[in-house]
């Protein structure tokens, strides 16, 4: 059995069903599994938007999502040896920068439409 088949009836068997649709990357049969779909050839999840305005949305929610987790990550690189000094001014502007970041990223996450520039 091909590694892509295997992959598939292990979907397959935690629940997944087979869809009518294909992964817009190699064209395999997309199988739906907890409302996502998921690409057994690419292994990956794939958004398949009915609208541009969705497509645009779903994207930009992983992009924002993998800029945070890189973002954590950096943060917790910081103050992963104890407690920034204080008079460390290169690692608290750092720290402020990626908190602020970190901000606003989470108030475009919790916003339900798709992220823009507001107030112009
Ligand atoms: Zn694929």
Redesign the pocket.
């Known amino acids: 059995m091909s590694d892509v088949m295997k992959r598939a009836s292990d979907y397959m068997k935690r629940g997944a069903k087979l869809t009518s649709e294909?992964?817009?990357?190699?064209?395999?049969m997309?199988l739906e599994m907890e409302g996502r779909k998921v690409?057994?050839?690419?292994d990956?999840e794939?958004i398949v938007a009915k609208t541009r305005e969705e497509y645009v949305e779903a994207s930009s929610r992983i992009v924002l999502t993998r800029l945070r987790e890189v973002l954590l990550e950096n943060i917790s690189n910081l103050t992963g040896e104890g407690p920034v000094p204080l008079e460390n001014e290169e690692a608290l502007d750092l720290l402020d920068r990626y908190v602020s970041i970190l901000e606003k990223l989470e108030g475009l996450l919790s916003d339900k439409r798709t992220p823009h520039v507001r107030g112009k």
Do not use: A, F, I, R
């Open positions: 294909t992964c817009p990357v190699c064209g395999y997309l690409c057994p050839q690419c990956k794939v």
